[in-house]
């Protein structure tokens, strides 16, 4: 069963602050997809960000930075010196390539309020 | 490159009543899910289809339903509607592991 946790279900930081939102997953497959989705107040989820398991890399883009740890099944994501526009709700999600379809499993999201 | 589109954005409808989602998907394509938004379960996977055929199914009742044509413009119809199924509904498209969302229909059952 695949499921992912995001324990954190609100967090308010000051502008210029960084701040880290965690994602723990659960998965048996050892070829599995982790995401991060940002959904502002409009309702689409805008795409940051897919790492696939046998990438243990960090990533940095901008502001934003990806840690993935596999071996506490980590994927957690940092933004530094947060701003105004990165309030939003923010998923962490996991998905596995099969033949007979791809199904995303959701977090409950972190609702970030950046205050200006 | 358009995105993923979803039409209507807004829709208000009485309960028992039916209703028919639509989403265009990126150009190129063939994969579609759907996925439904509520507060109090998340978000949560509904069907997925890939040329024309549904090739996954969340936990939801009968009375969710899709389709696919064959130019992967997919719909999502709801039967005999009931206040939980006021939600954000969700389509996304994309090829292998990889989904991008529309905008989200927002629908009100009242």
């Known amino acids: 069963a695949q499921k992912v946790t995001q324990a954190q279900t609100e967090i308010s930081v000051v502008e210029k602050e960084d701040v880290t939102l965690d994602c723990v997953y659960e998965?048996?497959?050892?070829?599995?997809?982790l995401f991060w989705y940002k959904q502002p107040p409009s309702g689409e989820l805008v795409f940051l960000i897919r790492?696939?398991?046998?990438?243990?890399q960090n990533e940095i883009s901008g502001r934003y930075s990806w840690n993935f740890q596999k071996s506490t099944s980590s994927f957690n994501f940092t933004i530094t010196a947060s701003q105004v526009v990165d309030s939003a709700v923010y998923f962490c999600?996991?998905?596995?390539?099969?033949?007979?379809?791809?199904?995303?499993?959701f977090g409950t999201g972190t609702s970030l309020t950046v205050i200006p | 490159k358009a995105g993923v589109t979803q039409t209507p954005r807004y829709l208000i409808k009485t309960r028992g009543q039916q209703v028919t989602l639509s989403c265009s998907p990126i150009s190129g394509h063939r994969s579609v899910s759907w996925y439904q938004q509520t507060p109090g379960q998340g978000l949560q996977f509904l069907f997925e289809?890939?040329?024309?055929?549904?090739?996954n199914k969340g936990n939801f009742p009968g009375r969710f339903s899709g389709r696919q044509f064959s130019n992967s413009r997919s719909e999502m119809n709801v039967s005999t509607l009931e206040l939980g199924d006021s939600a954000l509904y969700l389509c996304?498209?994309?090829?292998?592991?990889?989904?991008?969302f529309g905008q989200g229909t927002r629908l009100t059952v009242v």
């Open positions: 996304a498209s994309g090829r292998d592991t990889e989904a991008f």
């Open positions: 289809y890939f040329s024309e055929t549904q090739r």
């Open positions: 790492r696939n398991s046998f990438d243990e």
């Open positions: 999600a996991l998905t596995r390539p099969s033949n007979t379809g791809n199904q995303f499993y």
């Open positions: 998965t048996r497959d050892t070829t599995y997809y």
